[in-house]
């Protein structure tokens, strides 16, 4: 009792100290948006904090910013799914959402094509986007592509908001320590060795890990691509929770090195002032890719979302990316968080004076990079990750028991190769993704597929440890 009594009174102390004004609503602003996306607090949090300040001083309207929080990149996408289902479209209902933020394009394209949201049970006339013009400044500035990828849709439904880098980070100490081969390339992950120092996250719960490794694919050609993927993963102990666990684990010397996005790399690398982490650029081996933005059809706060559109396609948006944080107000950088990506204005790179950043790719004048195909990797993106998943995910430790009876006998050059072949061309894997399979019959399919790895995996684990011939190889079947 005597206890209680005095927690009453410190309590009716802090009230007399700080006043009743704690306790007053919160004052109510003018206007909302609302916004799903898999971009981290900092982003979230200067891009809300500008864009309200742009909005006051434009309109003389406060905005109330709220992002929905429902996972990452994956979730998302499942989420927009299930609220699309339930929309009465045709009665001008959405989703509930103003803006998609954040994410690669093949989602976006796949949300604003109207033939595909049929087949996934979604009827909205002309797909889940409103096509929205750029201000004709942003328009002149923005290419069209770079490095193959689409950086404004056509139609003008989405947009690439800003580009990330795909590469690896590794830890020069460890490397050092360990007498490693400092890395280079995508297949120096896959050396020997790097037996068990390779991080790496699951690519079909991480869609950056997934872009990188269809960069791998396409850099090196399918059949080349697969068995750097293979021996890459064979060297990962196993599969952490998703991409930027990769340069922490790295950091941290749990890791030598493994593959991640350019931002993922640059916090720790700018907070240990990159003393003992580098990150790797493949040399004509990887491309930027876009983080895309576009409004939701029927978006409950429409006026306010081609608003926000505007703002992160113009030229205060793109700073928030690329400058420095602290830095006085007529800079128009962030104020707490160093986002540290890369803009889709080029000016902004060549800048005179050039701009106080973090950031040292130049995506525009990549010469080397190589001519990444949108359209192949956009139409196998899903199917590849059933592949992926059939035949280098759910047999990760058969994968990783052959490789090691490989090295530890000295077969590299052999079954090393053999390791890597691939169970289905690209051709056929291409024909699989055309065919519209209901999700039992890809749950078959990958069933065949895993059922053909576990059994090469395990052949050739047999043949190193009994100095056998490689096992003649047959594809795995195409058909569910």
């Given amino acids: 009792m005597r206890a209680a009594v005095i927690l009453l009174l410190l309590m009716l102390l802090v009230v007399a100290a700080v006043g009743p004004s704690i306790f007053a609503p919160a004052e109510k602003a003018d206007d909302e948006l609302v916004l799903l996306s ?12 500008a ?9 003389g309207r406060t905005v109330k910013v709220t992002w929905l929080d429902v996972g990452g990149t994956g979730l998302i996408r499942k989420y927009i799914d299930e609220q699309a289902r339930k929309a009465q479209w045709d009665k001008g209902e959405g989703i509930g959402v103003d803006i998609l933020f954040g994410g690669g394009t093949f989602d976006y394209e796949t949300l604003a094509d109207e033939a595909r949201m049929a087949k996934a049970g979604i009827k909205v006339a002309g797909g889940l986007f409103e096509p929205h013009p750029l201000p004709p400044e942003s328009a002149q500035e923005i290419p069209n592509k770079v490095n193959g990828q689409t950086l404004r849709d056509p139609q003008g439904r989405f947009y690439g908001a800003c580009l990330s880098g795909f590469g690896f980070v590794y830890n020069k100490i460890v490397v050092e320590r360990a ?3 400092a890395p280079s390339s995508w297949k120096d992950l896959g050396r020997p060795e790097y037996l068990g120092w390779v991080s790496c996250g699951d690519p079909t719960q991480s869609g950056s890990l997934q872009m990188a490794f269809e960069i791998v694919l396409q850099a090196h050609q399918w059949e080349e691509g697969w068995g750097v993927l ?5 060297n990962a102990p196993a599969f952490n929770e998703g991409g930027a666990s990769i340069p922490r684990d790295v950091s941290l010397g749990q890791a030598a090195a493994g593959p991640c996005i350019d931002f993922y790399a640059a916090a720790p690398m700018r907070r240990q002032g990159a003393t003992h982490l580098e ?19 029927n978006a409950p706060h429409p006026e306010v979302a081609r608003a926000f559109l505007d703002f992160v396609m113009g030229e205060l ?13 007529a800079m128009g950088g962030p104020k707490a968080f160093d986002l540290e990506r890369l803009p889709v204005w080029p000016k902004l790179y060549k800048h005179d004076p050039p701009l106080p950043t973090y950031t040292v790719a130049r995506p525009f004048d990549q010469g080397d990079a190589f001519e990444y195909d949108d359209k192949k990797g956009g139409k196998r993106w899903g ?6 998943r059939a035949t280098l995910i759910d047999v990760h430790e058969d994968l990783k028991e052959a490789w090691k009876a490989v090295i530890a006998h000295g077969r590299v050059d052999d079954l090393g190769q053999a390791l890597g072949k691939p169970a289905v061309s690209e051709k056929a894997l291409l024909e699989a993704a055309g065919k519209g399979y209901t999700q ?5 399919l990958r069933n065949l597929w895993t059922g053909w790895a576990r059994k090469r995996y395990r052949a050739i684990q047999q043949a190193a440890e009994t100095n056998g011939s490689a096992p003649a190889y047959e594809p795995a079947p195409n058909e569910p």
Avoid at 39 to 46: A, N, V, Y
Avoid at 51 to 57: I, P, S, T, V
């Fill in 317 to 329: 948006g793109q700073r928030l990316w690329y400058i420095k944080r602290g830095l006085p107000d």
């Fill in 51 to 59: 864009f309200a300040e742009d909005w006051k001083q434009k309109t």
């Fill in 179 to 181: 007498h490693l081969p």
């Fill in 230 to 234: 293979a021996r890459m993963i064979a």
């Fill in 383 to 388: 199917i590849l990750k059933d592949f992926m």
């Fill in 440 to 444: 039992m019959q890809l749950n078959r």
């Fill in 38 to 49: 898999p971009h981290w607090d900092g982003i979230r949090t200067e891009f809300g904090r």
């Fill in 279 to 297: 990150f790797v650029f493949p040399k004509g081996q990887s491309v930027v890719t876009p983080d895309a933005i576009a409004i939701f059809r």
